[in-house]
């Protein structure tokens, strides 16, 4: 049951009207054309995106997950592989590991960023290990300077799950431009958001590119429609939704600089219990969400529920707790439990306003107390 709060979560809704005339016009011209599948739209939005990341290649599919899965099955990972994966992030990264057939090992993560902890990778490694997921989680980019020398020393793939930093950079490099390839959602409400589900793989690797193109299409051969030469799956971006993210990666900066500039007034206005996630000083976050880290969650959720103020968990169940993936979970991840039991998500997106971060952090200093 929808419920309607004076400050909403994500505002999907006033999202969308930021770009409503260029919306309706690209609906005007799918419909003229009559191709829904494909066609020009498709190859402008995976130029466009590719040059933006900073990559050669681009490849839309049909959502986040599947550009995960089509990258580690383009790689040849699969039974016999462990694909090492941080504890804290979206199930959808594990999933795509199991797809293929390979093992999760799961890793802590570092406690003022909650993303990887490069020294757990280190620990990890082992000679099963194929690839380590870099997963850019909360609009930030992973330790770059301490996981790229790593997985290089030991000659394993650094695969990016990139699904919350459209935009995102680490000492200058662009989210997707660093790692064999990345994988991008385009869920309504991340970044660069969809009018439904999809998804992109971006690469400098062409032979890489065209096998996940390959992949995704049926497996069909380049060289001719009829003939499969591999055993692929339908997993393509409607044309439709590639014209929309045309229109609306042209003001994505412009969105991603208004989140930064909110979470700033976050860090300026919060009451000292209630601790922001750090961002690394080489890193530019996107701010997809806006993370904190309370003494008392029971007390803050229900301050807010009271104010009409959205919010959300991500994760409260780490995966290694997930009952799905209860078989791979072999050790304690004392970092990614205790934050799983404090985080909470407040409300951010680029219509949010200055008073409404203010009247959220007077809401949190009261719940808090003296």
């Excluded at 979560?9 to 191709?35: H, S, Y």
């Excluded at 939005?45 to 383009?74: K, M, P, Q, S, W």
């Excluded at 209630?274 to 000083?281: G, T, Y």
């Excluded at 959720?301 to 209860?326: K, M, N, S």
């Amino acid at each position: 049951m929808l419920t309607t709060t004076s400050i909403p979560f994500l505002d999907v809704r006033g999202i969308t009207d930021l770009v409503r005339e260029d919306l309706d016009l690209c609906w005007e011209r799918v419909l003229a054309d009559g191709r829904f599948i494909g066609g020009p739209e498709v190859e402008t939005f995976e130029a466009r995106f590719a040059e933006y990341c900073g990559t050669e290649h681009c490849v839309g599919v049909a959502n986040g997950t599947d550009a995960l899965e089509l990258i580690l099955a383009a790689l040849d990972i699969g039974p016999g592989d462990e694909v090492i994966v941080p504890a804290n992030t979206f199930v959808a990264t594990v999933e795509a590991v199991c797809a293929v057939g390979a093992r999760p090992r799961f890793v802590d993560v570092r406690a003022d960023t909650l993303e990887v902890d490069p020294d757990a990778v280190a620990a990890a490694i082992g000679p099963r290990t194929a690839a380590v997921m870099a997963v850019h989680l909360f609009g930030q980019m992973v330790d770059l300077d301490r996981l790229v020398p790593l997985v290089r020393r030991h000659g394993i793939a650094l695969v990016e799950d990139a699904a919350q930093a459209h935009g995102a950079r680490f000492g200058g490099r662009r989210a997707g431009s660093v790692g064999v390839a990345a994988a991008f959602s385009f869920y309504p409400g991340k970044n660069l958001g969809a009018l439904g589900d999809g998804g992109a793989v971006v690469s400098d690797d062409a032979a890489l590119v065209t096998r996940i193109r390959q992949l995704a299409n049926h497996g069909r051969a380049n060289q001719g429609h009829h003939l499969h030469e591999l055993r692929g799956r339908n997993s393509r971006l409607d044309t439709l939704q590639a014209a929309l993210l045309t229109a609306k990666l042209r003001r994505l900066d412009e969105d991603n600089a208004r989140r930064r500039s909110l979470m700033q007034r976050y860090r300026e206005r919060l009451p000292v219990g209630c601790v922001s996630v750090a961002q690394h000083p080489r890193a530019e976050s996107v701010h997809h969400l806006a993370v904190v880290q309370v003494p008392d969650r029971a007390a803050a959720t229900a301050a807010l529920d009271a104010a009409g103020i959205g919010w959300g968990l991500h994760y409260p169940v780490p995966c290694h707790r997930q009952p799905a993936f209860a078989e791979f979970a072999e050790d304690r991840l004392p970092v990614t439990e205790n934050a799983a039991e404090r985080i909470l998500s407040l409300p951010m997106s680029p219509t949010l306003t200055v008073a409404q971060v203010d009247r959220v952090s007077d809401v949190l200093s009261r719940a808090a107390g003296p």
